[in-house]
């Protein structure tokens, strides 16, 4: 059960998605300890050796110890030292080895996990509605994205489901789920020792201990992890290095094991975040509907603004703006298993906070247009689970649970419009233009005075309620066919406000229609609660030892949610009460796979293919305002996911062994008719009924008033993703030399919930390296990143105000360095 029953990795080869690169070590899988007698941390087993070439990785993915190839789902499990060698210490480096996964991220709170294209809307983070993919943290779940951007610590293992796992899972998960299972404490004294050093003056240390406080009833274990790293972007304004690493963590457990059958794990965790960070500036720019004097050639030329450079692989920029990514997270957990003969009763209670103190450059250039941009926000949240899951394997078993999740959150939001607001975001009316710019002397686009200094003082608040009881059966008709339904019945509870009050430079909470069309007042308290059932059923069928296929359908519910980052305005630029709330998703997802391994498991080879249909998807868009990107929920009526996923391994000895996984994702919106249009067709005069909008970047034509992007594709989701790779290596004295690959391919994706010519992200390969020598305990390896220095996008992202300007986060350029690590 995710960190509360016993797990065990007994290898380290591909399954569904792939475990990459394992370290060959000698033993056979009879050799590995026994799971039900590594129940040292809250039923946790410790890590053990992986075999040769047996392939029997045994998970808890269905709330018991099962080989993975025998679990009729899609799944994967990287190893800690598999995370280690390949230098993937976050989700966001993970996902360079899953092709099913995406992990978007402008900044920690503007996160999301995605698992074939579903899970969370595409942009700015909006509190009011919850991830569609699970980030658990030994058993707690964790509720705020950001938490994915930390450092792994001293980590056993990462699992992650593919599709709906609602009815075995506490809190709800539409498209999948993310386990991290830490290293539990051990009765047996222990130390594990990391220490990597690179180029951008990046250091990484990694520590960890455990050791018996009382024989065979308490043990503790003790993990730290600093990390820090240069920026790879220069500010020329400044003269500081940006998107630097900053990181610490660390985790202390407790176990008791109270008698043989009954023990108890207290964990505590604490990270702190400070990079500074995070930077979109220049990409390019595309015409829009605006008028020619409006653009960003035009606007740019009025104030003799050049960024440093166009081309956005240069690494420079001049933000002129305060910039901070600070976030801090912690909680405490108490685990529990009673073995009560034919069944384990587990409970997990825990506490967390989340933190976060940012300041952005929200124009993203070097001019005064938006001098400050900060949403600090602190998270709490509490979370309470019961499970009772039968032991052993009988023809019926059983998995029942309940769960209780309430978390709220405080933001105190401050935006603040500068000098050249005015001539950037104003209209300076019609031609002939004066020398000033605008059509008169007293036109407001030319008078600094009116934006200058105008703020927006936002005070925001959340409260999510929800409950759930949930459970799944597993009953083997005859030999080999096993049926499994699940049913989960939820209740879901949310209420808010949103207060925006906005003043003028002068403190005056009186308004012009200019100074209301950059920033708009707001007060509103928008609530949702809904009863849903879920459920789903899985046919599978094992043909031999080594083959097993399987066929489920889900019928699965997102909870609906409040729109808390302020709403869309109307023609008198008042805000739409109308979309304060919006629908819950409803998800049937279908889903058949194949599991096989030949030739003394030395070959694996799984194959699945799935088909979504989900109605109301919750799609994030924007809302056209002048000064800010204010990002809003709407439904799209419906979405369609469909692909095939491949995984394969060959191990043909110790010495050698090669991976290669592939996705092809086919994510569209199959019915959206009222969607927020591209930026092409965005900035000009609104078109009636009876107009026809001008063809896309025509300046100074008519804008649609919505656009249909039925049969577009998803946004942040590649159509072709693979990773691959291998290793090999060669016995020298007592130890081994090895050279170790990892590459990974992602083909284009749209970076705009609406696809925008302007903005998709081109394909791109990365290739990873080391060379490293092993000796028993001792792992000495160089490394290199991204080796051939390609340049990509992490995301793009259009300047507000339909200037035509589209800015970019550049991926990582090539880093290299070196890792020791030694175990005691």
């Known amino acids: 059960m995710l960190a509360t029953l016993p797990m065990l990795l007994l290898a380290q080869t591909a399954l569904s998605t792939q475990v990459v690169a394992p370290e060959p070590v000698p033993a056979a899988a009879a050799d590995a300890p026994d799971v039900q007698d590594a129940a040292a941390a809250g039923g ?7 075999p040769e070439v047996s392939g029997d990785v045994v998970v808890t993915a269905r709330r018991r110890e099962e080989r993975a190839q025998e679990v009729p789902l899609a799944l994967s499990v990287i190893s800690g030292s598999d995370i280690a060698a390949t230098g993937s210490f976050n989700v966001n480096r993970l996902q360079q080895l899953q092709p099913a996964l995406q992990f978007v991220s402008s900044n920690p709170r503007n996160s999301a996990i995605n698992i074939r294209g579903l899970g969370a809307p595409f942009g700015l983070t909006n509190d009011g509605i919850e991830q569609g993919v699970g980030f658990y943290l030994d058993g707690v779940y964790v509720g705020r994205a950001g938490a994915a951007t930390f450092d792994f610590v001293d980590v056993a293992r990462v699992e992650t489901l593919r599709g709906p796992q609602g009815t075995l899972y506490g809190k709800n998960t539409t498209a999948g789920a993310i386990n991290v299972t830490t290293r539990p404490p051990s009765f047996t004294p222990e130390a594990r020792f990391e220490v990597t050093g690179g180029n951008y003056d990046f250091l990484q240390i ?8 009382a024989a065979d009833k308490l043990a503790v274990r003790v993990s730290v992890s600093r990390t820090s790293r240069g920026g790879t972007i220069e500010n020329v304004r400044t003269g500081e290095d940006l998107h630097r690493q900053d990181n610490f963590s660390t985790r202390g457990q407790l176990l008791w094991r109270a008698n043989p059958n009954l023990d108890f794990t207290l964990a505590g965790d604490f990270n702190v975040q400070n990079p500074l960070c995070c930077v979109q500036y220049y990409a390019r720019v595309g015409a829009t509907q605006r008028p020619v004097a409006r653009q960003y050639a035009a606007l740019a030329a009025a104030f003799n603004y050049v960024p440093p450079s166009t081309n956005p692989f240069d690494r420079v920029t001049d933000l002129d703006a305060d910039l901070n990514s600070k976030q801090e997270m912690g909680g405490v957990s108490l685990v529990g298993n009673w073995d009560i003969g034919p069944a384990t009763i587990t409970s997990v209670s825990a506490w967390r ?7 952005n450059d929200r124009d993203f250039i070097g001019l005064p247009i938006t001098t400050v ?28 649970g309940a769960f209780f999740f309430n978390q709220k959150i405080h933001t105190d939001g401050l935006q603040v419009q500068g000098p050249a607001a005015s001539r950037w975001l104003l209209n300076p009316g019609n031609p002939p233009f004066l020398a000033n710019g605008c059509s008169s002397l007293t036109a407001n686009a030319c008078n600094p005075a009116i934006l200058n200094g105008l703020t927006s003082s936002n005070t925001i608040d959340f409260d999510n309620t929800s409950f759930a009881v949930f459970g799944k059966l597993n009953w083997e008709a005859f030999s080999g066919f096993h049926i499994q339904p699940g049913l989960r019945v939820n209740y879901d509870k949310k209420s808010g406000s949103y207060i925006a009050v906005v003043t003028t430079g002068s403190g005056s909470t009186v308004l012009n229609s200019d100074q209301r069309g950059v920033l708009a007042p707001q007060s509103y308290a928008p609530h949702f609660s809904a009863w849903n059932v879920s459920g789903d059923v899985t046919l ?18 997102k909870s609906g949610g409040i729109n808390l980052s302020g709403l869309p305005l109307d023609a008198a630029n008042n805000p739409i009460l109308a979309v304060q709330t919006v629908k819950p998703e409803k998800v049937d997802h279908f889903e058949v796979g194949l599991k096989t391994q030949f030739f003394d498991r030395k070959v694996t080879f799984n194959l ?16 056209g305002q002048l000064g800010v990107i204010r990002g809003y929920l709407a439904n799209a009526e419906k979405v369609r996911v469909r692909g095939v996923e491949f995984d394969s391994s060959f191990r043909p000895s110790e010495r050698f062994n090669v991976y290669v996984n592939g996705a092809f994702t086919d994510a569209k919106y199959a019915k959206f008719r009222d969607a927020p249009c591209p930026p092409e067709l965005s900035g000009g005069t609104t078109a009636t009924s009876a107009q026809t909008p001008s063809a896309p970047g025509t300046p100074g034509g008519l804008s649609p008033a919505f656009c249909d992007i039925s049969g577009q594709i998803l946004p942040g989701v590649s159509k072709w993703a693979f990773s691959f790779g291998g290793e090999y290596n060669v016995p020298v ?10 590459g990974s391919y992602r083909s284009k994706f749209s970076s705009n919930p609406s696809r925008s010519a302007y903005m998709d992200v081109a394909g791109y390969s990365l290739s990873n390296f080391r060379l490293g020598y092993r000796h028993d305990d001792l792992n000495v390896y160089a490394w290199v990143r991204n080796a051939f220095a390609k340049d990509y996008f992490e995301l793009l992202s259009a300047q507000s105000g339909s200037t035509g300007l589209i800015v970019g986060q550049p991926g990582d350029p090539r880093t290299f360095g070196g890792t020791i690590s030694k175990s005691f």
Do not use: C, M
């Not at 946790?44 to 992986?50: L, T, V």
């Not at 990694?206 to 406080?213: D, N, R, T, V």
């Not at 699945?608 to 809302?623: L, M, R």
């Open 733 to 742: 004295g007592d130890g081994q030399v090895y050279l170790g690959y990892d």
């Open 540 to 557: 599978s069928y094992d043909f031999t030892r080594d083959v097993h296929s399987y066929a489920t359908y889900a019928r699965s519910f």
């Open 206 to 213: 990694k520590a960890s201990a455990s050791a018996p406080i």
């Open 353 to 359: 906070y989340w933190d976060w103190k940012p300041a």
């Open 373 to 400: 941009s900060a949403n600090p926000s602190h998270q709490t949240q509490v979370t309470q689970e019961f499970r009772i899951a039968s032991n052993g394997k009988n023809r019926l078993q059983y998995t029942l």
């Open 608 to 623: 699945a293919g799935f088909w979504t249909e989900i109605h109301d998807y919750q799609a994030t868009v924007t809302n």
């Open 44 to 50: 946790r087993a410790d890590p053990a050796p992986a």
